[in-house]
């Protein structure tokens, strides 16, 4: 039976413009504690307290008139630059995912370092609907330009609190995913609605 | 236990104090297309369009908005409650026939809506939305759907999830709607 909000991810790998490798996409399993705590802040409008991407506990309330309006103003927000500080992220570490994970294992961070991936935009396009399902895609192309091979085998997505602060709400441990030097890991996320 | 997120409701039905109906939790199956236009839009921080609880199309202003909770006596905001049996679509934007607030004929009066701290275990994240509603219309009422408005700053207020569900509320009786969100790993 599908969840009334399947989550899914695939990825694919391409060396330039070749396509190297691309799976269908898999269910998800890992909605973190604070996707839960952002969800009961957003919802009831009451102080929450989450750990944030460093392990620190943050206490504040969601209330968007506070914040004064505009589009920055997301309880949620994934949308990101070339950072590895938020947005969707990656990383080495295989510990099994935890509900009370508020961090990657081993975060791979943004550049061209050894171990290192350049990390473009996260996205997320409009939302779509049919007779049957909505849905909504994010989406973020990784580059090796480390000079050597990198494997990625966890994913996660982190958002940036208006209030301050970076927060996980979503692992999951992948398997391996060998990016080669000079290739490039596009990684999407499906949120899915079905009646 | 299937992981991932889902949506359940369960209710109890009581009188003079007693609980006297208790249903097991089910499945909901229907967050409708607002629940997704409200999530992309916080998430991609971007302000998209849903049809609001009025038919008219509306552009996210805030985008903290997924607010639920609700004073007694609102019937436009938190979970609700109606007498429409119309299928479940994924375009629904209210309920088909919602029941009113008060206590005259066919109507309820609605309590505050709770949104409870979250619980977790080992496996699980779980979120519960509970409101009562009291039958002192003097005749019996059967709900035939249930839901949750949400509301944004402005404030416009839309659907997020619609099921039906037969629940018979005699004059007097209490009913206690509880929908469960819960994560699971």
Known sequence: MKDNLELKWNYEIKQGNKLIKRIRLKKCKSFTSNWAQTLFGTMSGRQVTMTDFSGTPVTFTFNASSYGGGADNSSFRVTAGATSSYGLVVGTGITAAAIADYAMDTQIIHGTGAGQLSHGTTTVSSPSATATEATFR???????????DINVEEIGLVNLQVGGGYFLIIRDVTGTLAVLNGQSLTINYDLTTTI | MNPGLNLYYQYNLSKNGKIY?????????????????????????????????????????????????????????????????????????????????GSGAGQLLYSACTVAIPSFTDTTGTLIVSRLFTNSSGGTITVEEIGIYCKDSVPYYYLIARDLSTIVVTDGTILT???IIQTTL
Not at chain 2, 58 to 71: I, Q, V
């Open chain 1, 138 to 148: 994010i989406t973020r192309i990784f580059t090796n330009s480390s000079g050597g």
């Open chain 2, 21 to 101: 109906k208790k249903s097991r939790k089910r499945k909901c199956h229907s967050f409708v297309v607002a629940f997704i236009q409200n999530l992309g839009g916080m998430l991609g921080s971007a302000k998209n369009t849903f049809i609001d609880t009025g038919n008219t199309s509306r552009t996210e202003y805030h985008l903290n908005d997924f607010k639920t909770s609700a004073n007694s006596g609102v019937a436009y905001l938190g979970s609700v409650v109606g007498t429409g049996n119309a299928a479940v679509t994924i375009n629904d934007y209210k309920l088909a026939t919602a029941i009113a607030h």
């Open chain 2, 177 to 179: 709607l509880n929908y």
